[in-house]
Every structure is written in structure tokens, then in C-alpha cells.
């Protein structure tokens, strides 16, 4: 592909107001582990443009920041019709009292400015009640084709500046986009914003494609491909497209997934109908046997500091969630409800796994600690599948099918408390798919 | 004689006109024929003979893979979540390995497939050991074993495609694909 996206994105601290260090107890904090979180009421003025080039910009910069984090659920935006002040002027002062008058508790003011391909981005974040900044100002420049990953860094400091948490905005989700009747579907591998912009496609529909995933740099995906004319993993860099399947021996290999080093890929290989989990030096493709039973053992999944495996065997009779150590080993069972588990996923804070559930003729997704304790359930429908985690932990994203001879899958998204389920736009029916990190 | 066959085969690939006035000499006629190599995945619904009444009407040679298709069985079927072979199961296969040994030099893909209810990777792992069971129920019944291959399909290809056990039971399959050095 043409653009290595090189996206030169620089933060540096704007030295404005004398640097404002008040004692920390008194932070505009919205409290994220409470049972019911009521939405931040937050005012976000069309940031200001430099000139008439650069305030069309500034008014989709703008719209992208309202859209993540109106989107998380956890703010509800003042309305501009509502605001009594207009901001015009990025070092005026700000009128607090009018902006308290329509009970905004945060306030973001911001500028932009257009010359030549780069864009420069400031904002302030402020606390209308207690009439303080909330950290420093702060200014982005990169490339402006680049605007809609600098406007999603402006809402990731923002949400992690009110909520103490890692913002997630500024981060991607590959996924099988899919066309076409239920028994004649095509897949291709397709890459977009965790948003659903700036969808792009990665394969053509010729050959089946299933379950991608990124590698911790977000650079290389990993997935399964019958281009061969058997399901086989191969690893795609996502800017060349170059891709090479990872280990040429017989055996039909799926199910893969990075270390968090990136230098293995943990998969499944099945051979003469029996399915087990090995581990795969990325560079050489030597290959390490972790599970030898009898049983189906498939989808594992690395904790975040890469000592342990959770995955799936149906050893104990059903499909079950099992922990072991990233060498094998013995394994414990955790899923411990009623029905069959699989899928599981660590989370990226390393304390909560996801899974999908099966019981009843119903799938869900759910989440539970990794000694199995504290199921939480987090959806119902006809068919659930597939949770991918945010880079923060705190959303998950999945697919849902449809029933029937229309059946079609679509993505979705919502918060590990179980609220704001939310569909995800993508141009075709998706599946599978994957979040990254945040991007540097 | 022999030159008069083949005219009409090809007069009837063509148009399937004249079929229906002379019945002796369709009878004679290979429907499908030695020169259909390639099979179907057993991901289509249905068989590749032709769609008039009068074809369907004559007898197949029984060395086609039509025959094998549409009178042996291609396919068995299995229970939820199972990958044991049924009692029926195991006599279609029983016929299947009959007419492979009888038709040494064909070669066959076994394509495990599943229903919808259950999740993509485990479904990809339970269509391997569909298939698998398959294979091993040919072997043991002398098929060389280096002449069976298996793929897994997983839920990716169903060919029912409601969303009820009428549905569910045709699509945990697995279907055996004859290819190849079909006997002359």
C-alpha cells in the first residue's frame, strides 16, 4: 500500500495558565466503579478555527471528540443551542458563570489551525464549578489527513483526564466484512477506526477468511485463511498487505493470536481430526506441542504478561473455559455455570476474561475474574460471539447474528457494566472482530 | 457403432432433446460421464445432472460420481455436538468404501462441516474430527490412507440455512468429495 501511515503526532504542553496543582482531592473525577454512573453533563464549543480553511476542520474535529465520548455513555453533551457564551477567541477567558448557568460540569475549549498538510490542534479542559483547568492545555500537530486521529487523541486525554482511566479512542478493529446470502457468504479481511471510519478492505472475497487479530503493535494481524484450500494461519502486515502463511507443515491450523511480546502466535493445529494448542515462534515458525489430549482445545488467549493461557477444550464432556501456564502443562477449569463456554479473552488489565456462553439455545457474552468467580453476563441474543476487548478494558466488542434464512452477523459494542450496547456501522455485515491498542 | 454413441452423448449434452422418443438408448448413456473430474464440495444443494425429467429418468452409471452422489450417499450425519458416526451412519459408509475399493485410483476429500449453534473456532475443530471419523471409517474398511484427505469447514458453509433443527441436522455433515482418475 501506498502511505506507511506515519502519523507524526506530537503532544507538547501548552505553558499558558501558571501551572494550576491543586490538591488532588478536589478533581472534576467521574467515578467509573460505581454500580450506576450518571452521565457527566459536558459543554464542547466548536473548536475555533485560524481561518475559513481551517474551521471546517475544526467543526469535524469537533464532532469527532463529541461523537467518543457521548459514545462511552459516560458524558451527555450540553447542546451548542444551549451554550450562552461563544467561544471565538482560544485565550479568552473563560466566562464560567455562563457556562455554570446551563449546569456544564467540564467545559472543553479548543483551536485549530490548517497551514500547508499540517494541522495543529489545542485544547483546555476545564471545571466549570470549581472555575480550574483540569490539566494543563495541550497541542497535537501531525499531517491533516491525519485529523481524525488527532481529534480521537484530544477525546482520549479528555476521557482519561475525567475519568482517570486510559482513553481508547485512538485505536482500530480489523474484522470480516461479509456479503451475500447465508449459504454462499464471502469474506474479506477489512480494517477500520475503533469507530467504524476509514473502513478499508485487505483481501479480495476469493478465499474464506476468519477470526484476525492484531499484533501488540497493531501493525501485523494474524489470522485464518483457506487460500491454500485449507484453513491455514497467516500473518499480514496491514500497510504492504505482504502476507505469508506462518507455519507450511501438514495440519490444519486456526485460531491464532500474539503473544503480548509479539514474537509468538498461540493457535490451534488439527491433525487426523484432533485439535490442540501450540505456540509458534514468529520468526523461525518452530512450533511447541502446550495441550496433548484427546479432546478439542482451541481459542487460547495470552494474559496480558504473557505467563498464562486461557482457552477452550471440551475434555470434561462440553465446551469450558481452562487456565494454564504459557508452557502447558496442567490446566485448571474455571467457567463454572450452567451451559458451555468458549472464546475466552484476557483483558488487557489482566484481572477479567470474556467469553461467549451457551445455554438454553441462547449465546451471550459475559465476563468473569480469571479464577472463574463473578460471572457477569453482558448480553443475550439468538447468537453472541466473539469478545474483543478495548485497549482501557472497559468496553468489549463482539458480533451478533441474526436467525433465519437472512441471518446476518453485524458488530457491536458495550461496557463491561453491561450498559451502552451499541451497534457498530460497517458497510457490509461484520464478524469477528478485534480491537488493537492504542496507536502510537 | 461406437462412433454413433458418441455423437448422441453429445447431441444430448446439448440440448437434452431427443431423449425422450428412444428410452433404449438413453439407458446406454452416461449421464456425468468419466470426464466430470471435478466434483462438487458438497457445499451446493444439489447435483450437476441436468435439470429435465427425461435425464433424471435413466439409470447412472454406476461408476460416476453422480451415482455415488445421488444412489451411494455422499454425505452422513451427525448429532449435536457429536462426531461419532450413527448406526446409518456407518452402512452409508460401508457403501461408500464398497464402491471407492471398486473404483481403485479415485481419490476423496472428506469436508466436515456444522450447524450455526456454536461458536466459529470450536466449530472449525468439531468439523476436523467429523470428517476425521469419516476418514478413519474408510481406512479401516481398506481405503489407502493416503488416498483420504480432510478439510474442515467449520459453521463457514451451511447448506440449510433456517434457523431450526430441521435445518441444523442436514448441515452437521460431512460430506465425502470423490476427485480424480475416475475408472476407465
Known amino acids: 500500500m501506498k502511505k506507511t501511515i506515519k502519523c507524526l503526532l506530537s503532544a507538547a504542553l501548552l505553558a499558558l495558565a501558571p501551572s494550576v496543582s491543586h490538591a488532588q482531592d478536589g478533581v472534576l473525577r467521574l467515578e467509573l466503579n460505581k454500580g450506576v454512573i450518571e452521565p457527566m453533563p459536558i459543554a464542547l464549543p466548536v473548536f475555533v478555527g485560524a481561518d475559513a480553511a481551517s474551521n471546517k476542520l475544526a467543526a469535524e474535529v469537533t464532532s469527532v471528540i463529541v461523537s467518543d465520548l457521548i459514545g462511552t455513555g459516560l458524558f451527555r453533551e450540553i447542546p451548542a443551542e444551549a451554550h450562552i457564551s461563544k467561544v471565538t477567541d482560544f485565550n479568552q477567558a473563560v466566562e464560567f458563570a455562563n457556562w455554570k448557568a446551563i449546569n456544564a460540569q467540564a467545559l472543553v475549549t479548543g483551536a485549530a489551525e490548517k497551514s500547508g498538510d499540517t494541522l495543529k490542534l489545542k485544547f483546555r479542559l476545564h471545571d466549570v464549578f470549581a472555575q480550574t483547568p483540569v490539566g494543563d492545555g495541550v497541542q497535537f500537530s501531525a499531517n491533516a489527513n491525519d485529523w481524525r486521529r488527532m481529534a480521537h487523541k484530544v477525546a482520549d486525554t479528555i476521557y482519561s483526564r475525567l475519568t482517570g482511566e486510559a482513553g481508547y479512542f485512538d485505536s482500530r478493529v480489523v474484522y470480516i466484512a461479509e456479503s451475500g446470502g447465508k449459504a454462499n457468504r464471502t469474506k474479506r479481511l477489512a480494517v477500520m477506526d475503533y469507530d467504524g471510519a476509514n473502513n478499508r478492505y485487505l483481501t479480495d472475497s476469493k478465499s474464506i477468511v476468519l477470526a484476525p487479530r492484531f499484533s501488540p503493535n497493531a501493525r501485523e494481524i494474524v489470522y485464518t485463511s483457506y487460500e491454500t484450500g485449507e484453513p491455514r494461519v497467516f500473518i499480514m502486515n496491514v500497510d504492504t498487505l505482504k502476507r505469508r502463511a506462518l507455519s507450511t507443515a501438514e495440519g490444519m491450523t486456526f485460531a491464532p493470536r500474539f503473544s503480548p511480546n509479539g514474537e509468538k502466535i498461540v493457535m490451534s493445529l488439527a491433525e487426523r481430526g484432533n485439535t490442540d494448542i501450540y505456540l509458534v515462534d514468529v520468526a523461525s515458525g518452530a512450533k511447541q506441542r502446550l495441550t496433548n489430549s484427546s479432546a478439542i482445545e482451541t481459542a487460547p488467549s495470552f494474559s496480558p504478561d504473557g505467563s498464562q493461557i486461557v482457552f477452550e477444550s471440551d475434555r470434561g464432556g462440553g465446551q469450558q473455559v481452562y487456565v494454564m501456564s504459557a508452557s502447558g502443562g496442567a490446566a485448571k477449569r474455571i467457567s463454572n455455570g450452567k451451559g458451555r463456554y468458549g472464546t475466552p479473552v484476557w483483558s488487557p488489565r489482566g484481572d477479567t476474561i470474556a467469553f461467549t456462553k451457551m445455554v438454553d439455545g441462547r449465546f451471550h457474552i459475559g465476563v468473569m475474574r480469571t479464577d472463574g468467580s463473578g460471572e457477569k453476563v453482558l448480553t443475550t441474543s439468538f447468537l453472541d460471539e466473539g469478545p474483543t476487548w478495548s485497549p482501557n478494558g472497559r468496553v468489549i466488542m463482539f458480533f451478533r447474528e441474526t436467525s433465519g434464512a437472512d441471518g446476518a452477523p453485524a458488530l457491536y459494542s458495550v461496557d463491561i457494566t453491561g450498559m451502552n450496547l451499541k451497534k457498530i456501522k460497517t458497510p457490509t455485515h461484520g464478524s469477528d472482530p478485534a480491537w488493537s491498542k492504542v496507536l502510537n | ?184
Not at chain 2, 455415488?68 to 457429536?82: E, N
Not at chain 2, 464398497?98 to 466459529?120: F, K
Open chain 2, 1 to 184: 457403432m461406437k462412433l454413433m454413441k458418441l455423437t448422441l452423448v453429445a447431441v444430448m449434452a446439448l440440448g437434452l432433446a431427443a431423449c425422450d422418443k428412444d428410452k433404449g438408448a438413453v439407458d446406454e448413456i452416461p449421464v456425468g460421464g468419466s470426464a466430470n473430474g471435478q466434483a462438487g464440495n458438497g457445499t451446493g444443494a444439489g447435483g450437476t445432472a441436468g435439470n429435465t425429467g427425461s435425464v433424471s429418468q435413466s439409470s447412472l452409471d454406476a461408476s460416476s460420481i453422480e451415482y455415488f452422489k445421488q444412489t451411494i450417499g455422499d454425505r452422513v450425519l451427525f448429532a449435536v455436538d457429536k462426531t461419532s458416526l450413527t448406526a446409518e451412519g456407518a452402512e452409508l459408509l460401508d457403501r461408500q468404501a464398497a464402491w471407492l475399493l471398486g473404483n481403485p485410483g479415485v481419490s476423496v476429500l472428506i469436508e466436515g462441516h456444522a450447524d450455526e449453534q456454536g461458536t466459529r473456532e470450536y466449530n472449525l475443530a468439531l468439523g476436523a474430527r467429523r470428517a476425521s471419523s469419516v476418514a478413519n471409517y474408510l481406512v479401516s474398511k481398506g481405503l489407502p490412507d493416503g488416498q483420504v484427505k480432510t478439510i474442515t469447514y467449520g459453521k463457514e458453509r451451511p447448506i440449510e440455512v433456517c434457523s431450526s433443527e430441521s435445518c441444523y441436522a442436514k448441515n452437521r455433515r460431512a460430506v465425502t468429495v470423490v476427485a480424480g482418475g475416475l475408472g476407465s
